[in-house]
């Protein structure tokens, strides 16, 4: 169980700066701003800048734009920040709508909501149907299943 233990690093604000696995694998460390903006993020001796908005929002990853629409949700997050592009669109109460992984044109996953601003659905070539009661979700199944076998 050895392998498994991991020193955490901190600045003078008490904020995460470092994260070192006894394994050595997946070690970070963070580079903050006053504010706490992430100015280097550091995977593995691998080093990303990244630049920020006057609202603290991420603009830049390792050189690669993050693009917002107009309410400030991310619409666009770069291969710099995960394995592919990923596109994402929002609706008008700021709810994630649909994803695009790869940032093709195909909506990989889109969600529903009800009225009360509830996920019901989620649409990722299998749908998934959200049985809510008030605010708590009670179940999910796949669309057409019995309600009785989530």
Do not use: C
């Amino acid at each position: 169980m050895s392998d498994y233990g991991f020193t955490a690093s901190y600045d003078a604000e008490d904020r995460l700066t470092g994260w070192d696995r006894a394994d050595a694998n997946l070690d970070q460390s963070w580079n903050l701003t006053p504010v706490g903006d992430w100015q280097k993020f550091t995977k593995n001796s691998v080093v990303q800048n990244r630049t920020h908005g006057p609202a603290h929002e991420l603009t830049a990853a390792g050189g690669q734009s993050v693009q917002h629409d107009a309410k400030g949700n991310i619409t666009l997050l770069p291969s710099s920040l995960r394995p592919q592009p990923l596109s994402l669109s929002w609706d008008f109460d700021n709810r994630l709508k649909s994803a695009d992984i790869g940032n093709n044109g195909t909506i990989d996953v889109e969600y529903q909501f009800d009225a009360l601003g509830r996920r019901v659905a989620r649409d990722d070539s299998t749908t998934t149907v959200f049985v809510q009661n008030g605010q708590q979700t009670l179940a999910d199944y796949a669309s057409g299943a019995s309600p009785g076998s989530p």
